[in-house]
């Protein structure tokens, strides 16, 4: 299995600032994803982080927003950008083998 | 639209009990089921996948998947206090040789109580 790991593991930041989430794979993998958990809600997939490519997102989620960097098959960022109070969340980055996906611990995120 | 719903619970059972967690999808095109764990404060888990019809037991759990009915089902025996948790029920609509992108159900929390 992979290990996962994210950094920072919580942060408090101000409205209008942004953020840098790390996340580094023990291993090389081909896919690795975004998810954000808002409180007491399940997980949505952000986007797929594309090494070499810009990252495909989901309806809803856009670049400007959440810039994510994939410069190598270990390693991956998600920025959140401008923040509100609304974007307090878990941000988890997961990468996935043949027929399993893997979590990382995730970063907690409280915008002020 | 890709929509995975799960009845939402909570659910509460007693020790020794089988609990039984649904979940049904939107898209006949969806390729693999998993269901994850998720305890407060952590990471999700997984601890099931199944992918054709029919039932797939490990140990106390059992995935049970009907792809006409678009519905998919865990089913925990001999439930222990150990098992409260967040269940969350993912589906997989992409095709690959690697598992791609997960939808996520609201979860389903479980109180196994003594």
């Known amino acids: 299995s992979a290990v996962i790991s994210q950094k920072p593991s919580r942060d408090i930041c101000q409205r209008g600032t942004s953020l840098t989430i790390q996340c580094q794979v023990d291993s090389q993998v081909t896919m690795m994803f975004w998810y954000r958990q808002q409180p007491g809600q399940s997980l949505t997939l952000i986007a797929t982080?594309?090494?070499?490519?810009?990252?495909?997102?989901e309806s809803g989620f856009v670049i400007d927003k959440f810039p994510i960097s994939r410069p190598n098959l270990t390693f991956s960022t998600l920025t959140v950008s401008n923040m509100s109070p609304e974007d307090s969340s878990i941000y988890l980055c997961?990468?996935?083998?043949?027929?399993?996906?893997?979590f990382g611990p995730g970063t907690r995120l409280t915008v002020l | 639209q890709k929509e995975v719903e799960q009845n939402s619970g909570p659910l509460s059972v007693p020790e020794g009990a089988i609990a039984s967690l649904n979940c049904t999808y939107s898209d006949r095109g969806s390729q693999s089921f998993f269901w994850y764990r998720q305890y407060s404060g952590k990471s999700p888990e997984l601890i099931m996948s199944?992918?054709?019809?029919g039932d797939k037991e490990d140990g106390r759990f059992t995935a049970q998947l009907n792809k006409a009915s678009q519905y998919v089902s865990l089913l925990i025996r001999d439930s222990q206090p150990s098992d409260s948790a967040t269940y969350l029920c993912?589906?997989?609509?992409?095709?690959?040789?690697?598992?791609?992108?997960?939808?996520f159900g609201r979860g389903t929390q479980l109180t196994v109580w003594p």
């Open positions: 199944i992918y054709s019809n």
């Open positions: 982080a594309n090494q070499g490519s810009e990252a495909t997102y």
């Open positions: 997961s990468v996935s083998s043949t027929d399993t996906q893997y």
């Open positions: 993912a589906v997989n609509w992409d095709r690959g040789s690697t598992l791609g992108r997960l939808y």
